[in-house]
């Protein structure tokens, strides 16, 4: 999946006024392109910006007087960057885009059709992203095929490539294996006449075999001749490969010898990189996983600490390839003396390195980050009569159990951050706090979660009460209590914020249980004022499930000495027909305490007074469904009314809940609702002062 870094397009457009780039930008983003633009008006703000900046598109103006497209293409390859030109001109034709396509140009746009020109900058920022990974990837091909040739040369193994019968490579050991010291006169000798004759039609008819895949096996026995006359026997390993590009077979004789310690130099080139001597991208990814999934596990979480040197690209102008080598290792052996035995280090890619620790004190983590920039800053490295100086700069990330399961996005949000702290001026190190929109659910639902624990903690819920309204005549003060919960460095959060990943992550019973109480206290106090006061306590799924809690409920009551039937619990149909059992069982214990009980959302399912068989509940409160547009909605009237008949006919009173305008208020007395709630009467508020005299008919 493509991250938000990948789909950043950095731009500049080169034009004769900032407010036509300002247009281009701004229509670029409206078309959902992420741009982070740069403007230059000649040839000389071009020099500068390309010099400084990391540019992936440039889109030039053609109506410029005195700043031409084959100009830009010669200070492009002068600067040595690989930037795709779009041209632009207020007129378009044939002959004109001709010419600026030999000019260089990936195409022309006429400067009025902005929504062509999005489309080609989406091209060719694809296009770009394609020839990256390209060059990332013979990059990559090259040092496994150094790391290859590394392992051939140093091989026990004797190790020998034939194309079409003759030699074309062989290692050492394959050249004392045969008592050759010469190895083009190796490469005159067919592989024929290596082996005795009495076997060469052997070898031959085999060889044809193997090149028609009509082979049963790769290993043939064979008697060898030596250099002296002396005849061998060895067992010849024989498999298709590729040398320097061309089809050859390779022919592996293995020693007897003692292996261990070239197992132990494979080992370590498959997991160093080796201009730093540092563990590499592969080995990294590997350990990165590993800790993830110990993490998400619950086993022991980590931290990975992503760094990148600042302004790379000017550095490397400055002291060219080799002597960045110079610098990267330079950093390396500053990391590497650093690192803790549990901190794991990496070269990451071109000029990237990762730290992985498994130190969980972030004051520690990052008093570690800021050591490591100081000391990059102040060091200096010497590259042939140059001494050059640079800077890191460090994103934090710590991987916990809500953390994505992929790798790889891990490094990608990173990446982001780094692009973030160097766009403000690198040097600097920050811990990376995933935004809306790219958290993972379980990350999401893990700061709520953080919120909830520190709320119940600190004790900064507090309480909010939502009339429910008879209009049937019914006397007495009903309430629904909700929640709201403070936050220390942000918005207040509603039930509707936090209650979805309170269920997800089962803290939602305790939640239920603060309602509990909260409302056990505030019917025991208002009954000393002589004040009678039904409270209706939303339970989730959680509680369903709980054996416990009629028992805990029970010990509530009997300590505040309150009628249990002040205590109105729903309970939401869905749960109750998902976990019918359950339900039942805490049915039963409510009734026995004399508590009622509402079935919430009620009314959706093909027959819902089937669940009433199972639990006869003293309210239904009709799903918001039916609600949405009554006024006008004779088919959801209808449905209500035949919920209502019915639930009435088993003398249960219905509630109608989100009653939010007057429109709907209308209707309900043609419905046969029992109770009404919502804002349109009173939102919720911690006062109990509704005047529920105010809907009697």
Known sequence: MESNADKLIRLLIVDEGLHQAEIITSSLRSSGIHVLAEFAEDSSDFCEIIVAKTLDLVVFSMDLPDFTLQQVQHLIRECGRHLAVIGMS??????????????????????????????VIKREADSLKTWRKSVSCEKELHESEKRCQSLLANSKDAVAYVHEGMHIYANESYMELFGCTDLDELESTPLIDMV??????????????????????????????????????????????????????????????????????INYLHQHDLVTGLFNRQYFMEKLQQSIDNAINGKTQAVL????????????????????????????????????????????GAYTYTILSTDKKNSMIEDNAASLLKQVEEHISEVGNQSISATCSVSIYHIDENSPDNSNEIIARSERN?????????NAAKVY????????????????????????ANNSITALYQPIVSIAGDGGERYEIKKVIHTEDGPDLSEEDFMPAAERTSTAKTLDRWSIINAVKLIAS??????????????????????SLTRWIAARIKSAKIPGEQLVFTINEAHAVNQLKAAKTLFKGLKQLHCQ??????????????????????FLRINDAYVEGLSTNQENQNSIKDITSQASSMEIRCIIPNVNDAGVLSVLWTVGADFVQGDFLQSATTDLNYDFSSMSV
């Open 90 to 119: 207020k007129t378009v034709n044939e002959e004109i885009l001709i010419a600026a396509m030999k000019d260089g140009a990936q195409d022309v746009v006429n400067a009025d059709s902005l929504d062509h020109l999005a489309l």
């Open 597 to 618: 009980v509402v079935l919430d959302g009620f009314g959706t399912g093909l027959n819902p007074f089937q669940l009433v068989k199972h639990i006869q509940a003293d």
């Open 526 to 547: 208002e009954a000393q004022a002589g004040r009678k006061l039904d409270i209706f306590i939303p339970l989730s799924c959680d509680s369903v499930q709980d054996a």
């Open 418 to 426: 780094i692009d973030q702290i160097q766009n403000e001026g690198g």
């Open 433 to 456: 706090v995933p935004v809306a929109g790219e958290m993972s659910q379980a990350e999401e639902d893990g700061e709520i979660v953080k919120h909830i624990k520190a709320a119940v």
């Open 196 to 265: 005795h004759a009495e076997q060469q039609e052997e070898l031959k008819k085999y060889l044809r075999d193997l090149s028609q895949n009509k082979t049963s096996t790769n290993e043939l026995k064979l008697k060898l001749l030596h250099r002296s006359g002396e005849t061998l026997e060895g067992l010849l390993e024989f498999s298709r490969a590729s040398y320097d590009g061309e089809p050859c077979t390779q022919i592996l004789i293995r020693s007897r010898a003692d292996t261990s310690e070239l197992e132990e130099q």
């Open 305 to 348: 600490l992503f760094l990148s040197i600042d302004n790379f690209q000017n550095v490397r102008n400055t002291v060219g390839i080799s002597g960045c080598d110079i610098l990267i290792n330079d950093i390396a052996q500053i990391l590497k003396a650093q690192a803790r035995n549990n901190e794991l280090v990496s070269r990451f």
